[in-house]
């Protein structure tokens, strides 16, 4: 019997980006194929129904293929099993460690463990990302958070540099390392109206001015966790903020400095300015206790919960302002 076979023989590795997409949204292969006849591929490129499913299959073998070598994406570069194109390579590392935001919503501070991962069938229902979709962005978030605790040096070069990310991502990356090692509480009903974004602001700020490596000099910088953990000296010394809410001089002092930074940066500033004593006296006191290992988990609770007036009840971007400023405190020493 005679048998016809069309060979095609290349050493590009072609890679459908749409298909690369639905293979990291958890979709089956069955599920893939739709989307794509949904969306015309077929009209498009004149094809059947099951040479589009020869397709898919053959590219889901090939990331599947390729996902052990994403999980340590320096070693994508120095394979010679998949000729891939350098641009191409940075696609589908960038997006391999791209992540949900109602996802990472649910995750945020929490442990990166067993315990949680138990949880992501609950997460999938609930933020309608697929199981298979949270699974691989929990497993990045713990690969990620182990290789980086080991390390010395920034944490946000340290993640661009070991996993190739854009300096976004990195940095996003960076608020989830940060927030899942001092495991600050961002889940209790009050914080919801918080996106993940307004949280990366924070841990941005925080990494900035109230860790060790706001502080260690340049001889000293590859001090070990620089950026992960609080300086506790630090912390000990807001307990002298005190001094701001029982100064008047002072008081005076750090209203004018405030206020200068906001000006004309948010619509609650005319509140903000006439309830400011209020408001720092709840922040001051906030600040004098985050000695304790609670009251730093529950810090941003803290901030809605106990500071008076709009600082518990502006938008995210609003309080973003505050925190920043706060933060910002650390040079006033």
């Known amino acids: 019997m005679t048998m016809e076979l069309d060979v095609f023989v290349g050493n590009t590795t072609i890679m459908d980006e749409e298909v690369y997409q639905l293979w990291l949204d958890g979709y089956t292969v069955f599920d893939a194929v739709k989307v794509r006849i949904d969306g015309g591929v077929m009209e498009e490129c004149e094809a059947s129904a099951d040479v589009l499913l020869s397709d898919t299959m053959d ?29 191409r390579q940075a696609m589908l590392i960038e997006r391999y460690y791209t992540f949900d935001d109602a996802f990472v919503r649910e995750v945020l501070g929490k442990k990166l463990s067993k315990g949680t991962k138990k949880d992501l069938d609950d997460i999938s229902a609930k933020t309608s990302v697929t199981l298979k979709s949270c699974r691989r962005q929990f497993d990045n978030f713990k690969r990620v958070f182990k290789v980086v605790e080991e390390l010395k040096g920034p944490l946000v070069e340290n993640i661009r540099q070991h996993f190739l990310l854009s300096d976004k991502l990195a940095r996003d990356y960076a608020a989830i390392v940060f927030f899942a090692n001092n495991r600050f509480e961002t889940g209790k009903r009050k914080l919801h109206y918080l996106t993940f974004q307004d949280f990366a602001f924070c841990a941005g700020q925080l990494i900035s001015n109230w860790t060790v490596g706001a502080v260690v000099s340049s001889v000293d910088s590859m001090v070990e966790d620089m950026d992960v953990d609080l300086d506790k000296e630090f912390l000990q010394d807001l307990k002298e903020l005190k001094v701001l809410i029982t100064d008047k001089d002072l008081l005076d002092q750090h209203k004018s400095l405030v206020c200068t930074a906001l000006r004309g940066k948010t619509k609650a500033f005319t509140e903000m300015e006439a309830n400011f004593k209020n408001i720092s006296r709840g922040l001051v006191n906030i600040a004098a206790k985050l000695t304790n290992t609670k009251d730093v988990r529950d810090f941003f609770l803290d901030l809605v919960e106990k500071t008076p007036g709009c600082v518990g009840q502006i938008h995210g971007r609003h309080q973003k302002l505050y925190l920043q400023n706060v933060s910002r405190l650390k040079r006033f020493f």
Do not use: V, W
């Open 59 to 87: 590219q889901y073998r090939t990331f599947q293929m390729c996902e052990r070598l994403l999980h340590s994406p320096s070693k994508l570069g120095n394979q010679l099993l998949f000729q891939i194109p350098p641009h």
